[in-house]
């Protein structure tokens, strides 16, 4: 009797508990996201106001991805020590200082500076994620993940709202947008979110029905190669679509001279169908195992990059009856088509990764998830370099999209080779 009393309680609170994940944990994911994609918008103004060159200005995109690799999978493990919620609230409060730097910089080594600290809020990225992973449950892992990793629509709060407090305000007004809400969010999380259970005393879920994920495959520090080879997938779907996040607005005011309010608008429809299609990826595999997905998911993002790669041309053809002039220039509406497919194609490859990742390594998430987030932030660090790459020394625009069609072609080789070596040993 008495224990039968305390059931309805007990579910209340996990339920209570899990509805505050659900709401606070990818909101706090959306406002770090926001500020890393700050310079997305606000460099280009930087840019021509400051003489800021093509380098600079990859390399202040490039600074917070840096860092970011750098911190996600410490202060993963150290979530995973001393609770998710108390690492994020830190990460939080970390970044005012830096966003309220750039408010108040001038020369680019600050700027520049800034960036690096704004890359420490990749620790609440990886905390988060280790905060959710323990939290929700199991059978609903993959929609929780999703719903977590769709804060990436934060980048969206960042191209609608800079381009208009910055041409009402000045730009140095723009940073200081994210101060009042990231402080709101630490504060509800200090408030309202309770730390997760140690992983020895939580308690198995009599409602779940899938089985708990099998014995960690960590050996010596080191993570086993089925850990790399998920997080190499993952890296790929998460950097690129992180670093053509920052990219975007840049691209689009260059190459189709739009204002910059209206390339930031634009560059939406890219980052809108990611942070759906992250919702989509997660659900779907949460219901079966969406291994294969991967593979659909690798077609329609390459045969996206292959048409995106088309730099514009004209040739000359000597017909028999004169010259043919054949010209071909991607127009806005098929760019934007392209950006919104692949985009979408990226969010369910990041989902479902993830939920494979938490399905498969589950038991030790903090380091499997914060491995992942390492490498995708280290590929996402790369590519601004690697486009600055393409404009300023290939001459071609699109070189971007090639490199990236490049890196997915090494990506899914490696997914052949998995295969292979799993139809021959199933063991």
Sequence with gaps: MKSAGKAPAAGVQGDYRSLVVVLLSPLAFALVFASWTIFAVLGVELKSALGFGEVQF???????????????????ILANRIGGRRVMIGCLLLICP??????????????????AGLGLGAGSLAAGLVYVSALCPRRHAGLALGLYGAGMLGAGLTYFLLPLISQAYGWPMAPKLFLLPILLVAGLLWLFAEDEPHPEASEPDALDEVPPPPAGRWHGGLPAPAVWRLALYYSFFYGAFVALALWLPAYLAAQYQLP?????????????????????????????????????????VMVCLFLLSYPDFTMQVHGVHGDLVLRFSMPLWGFVSLMAAMGLAMGIGKGSLMCLLHRDHGDDMA??????????????????LMFVLGNEWIGVRTAGFMFLYAALAVCMLVMLWDSTARTGNPS
């Excluded at 390399?59 to 996600?72: I, K």
């Excluded at 499997?368 to 590519?383: I, K, M, Q, T």
Aim: proline content about 4%; charged content about 10%; overall charge positive.
């Design 367 to 384: 380091r499997s998830g914060g491995l992942a987030l390492a490498l995708g932030g280290l590929f996402a660090a790369v590519l601004p």
């Design 58 to 76: 990859a390399m202040l995109l490039a600074m917070p991805m840096l860092t970011g690799a750098l911190s996600a999978l410490p202060l993963a």
């Design 98 to 115: 830096f966003l309220w730097a750039i408010a108040h910089s001038r020369e680019y080594g600050d700027f520049l500076l800034a960036g």
């Design 260 to 300: 910059l309010k209206s390339a930031a608008l634009w560059a939406l429809m890219f980052t809108l169908p990611g942070g759906l299609g992250q919702i989509l990826g997660g659900a779907l595999a949460d219901r079966r195992d969406f291994r294969d997905l991967r593979w659909w998911v690798s077609a329609c």
